[in-house]
């Protein structure tokens, strides 16, 4: 008896250790929990907004197409979540998740958080802006480039039921059917300590069956699938521009020297990012005014380029499997990638 009671006391003496060892990353936990079960125990069934009559039809008929989306992408492509998009939340017109990521400043290799059971991740979410900013604050004060972006949307790997976000539903009909099969897809396929392939083959799969859902369902010659490719053409030119700044702004830093003090490598930087944004006047888009401005409204640093090669940098390698194992049959595809990493 007394050997039990001694082993009970052992225990809850070591996870009271553990929980003051680790109290950020618990106290981030609860936060998290919190603000994700705020979103989850204040939505509404997708049935309700439908019957509205208070409610926009023009979002009625985006909701309609996320149903319409989420039941091809699980009948008809294979991907999971079954119970995601079928309820409502409504933002109220403010922003939710805010999202940190961090670089080393003279080198393109990211800040590294890492979290029990789901690995190690590139970014940080925080659904407290303050969070999100001391954070940051935090990184730079370390020397580290860092940044903070909105997230539109995200997944909960099939741990929760993923709503549909009022926010979504400002996106045109080609980019929300990509973002909805983007997102099932990291709750079908998920590499722990592996972000990388994670975002990029969520990537990938997302903009491939969103061409698929829109030809299957609009016709080849529809206005909307010629819209998203004509997106996804400019998309792709300025991504093919960024990642080969990327490699040049590597070479950049590794001809530093050790005897650069931090003013010479901050000037040769600026110098480099200045002449980087001018050159992007040489492209020629579908839609140049979304691009002639970019740079005006979008923070530049080392964090800029490593978002690229974390969501589209290793997409030449799943093009190349697809088309040359698959001939571009993306249902073969993705049952082979279920099967693969199970």
């Keep these: 008896m007394k050997k039990k009671k001694f082993i009970t006391v052992l225990i809850l003496f070591s996870v009271i250790f553990l929980l003051i060892y680790n109290y950020s990353l618990v106290y981030y936990g609860l936060i998290q929990a919190r603000g994700q079960l705020k979103i989850v125990f204040n939505t509404v069934p997708v049935k309700e907004i439908l019957g509205d009559a208070s409610f926009p039809d023009s979002l009625k008929n985006k909701v309609r197409l996320i149903q319409e989306v989420r039941s091809y992408a699980i009948y008809n492509l294979g991907l999971k979540g079954e119970k ?45 802006r303050e969070m999100a900013e001391k954070e940051a604050a935090r990184l730079n004060s370390l020397g580290f480039d860092t940044s903070i972006r909105n997230a539109g949307g995200w997944s909960t790997l099939g741990i929760l039921k993923d709503p549909i976000l009022s926010g979504m539903l400002d996106r045109s009909n080609g980019a929300l059917v990509e973002l909805i099969i983007h997102e099932l897809t990291h709750g079908t396929i998920f590499i722990r300590n592996d972000v990388s392939f994670n975002e990029n083959l969520a990537t990938f799969i997302g903009t491939e069956g969103t061409k698929i859902f829109l030809s299957d369902n609009y016709g080849e010659r529809s ?47 600026s110098i480099w990012f200045q002449e980087f944004i001018e050159n992007l006047d040489t492209l020629k888009f579908n839609n140049c005014r979304y691009y002639e401005n970019y740079f005006t409204t979008s923070e530049i640093n080392n964090t800029f380029f490593m978002s690229y090669l974390r969501y589209r940098g290793g997409l030449g390698q799943f093009e190349k499997t697809f088309t040359e194992k698959f001939d571009h049959d993306l249902v073969s595809y993705i049952r082979f990638l279920k099967e693969e990493y199970k």
């Design 223 to 269: 206005n909307v699938l010629g819209n998203y490719v004509r997106m996804v053409e400019d998309r792709e030119k300025f991504s093919d521009y960024v990642l080969l700044g990327a490699e040049l702004l590597d070479s950049l830093y590794l001809s530093f020297g050790p005897e650069w003090s931090v003013s010479q490598k901050e000037e040769e930087k």
């Design 84 to 128: 995601n998009y079928t309820t409502y939340y409504d933002q109220q017109g403010k922003e939710l998740m805010w999202v940190v990521t961090a670089c080393e400043p003279y080198q393109l290799e990211s800040y590294t958080w890492n979290f029990p059971i789901l690995g190690s991740f590139t970014y940080k979410g925080f659904f407290i």
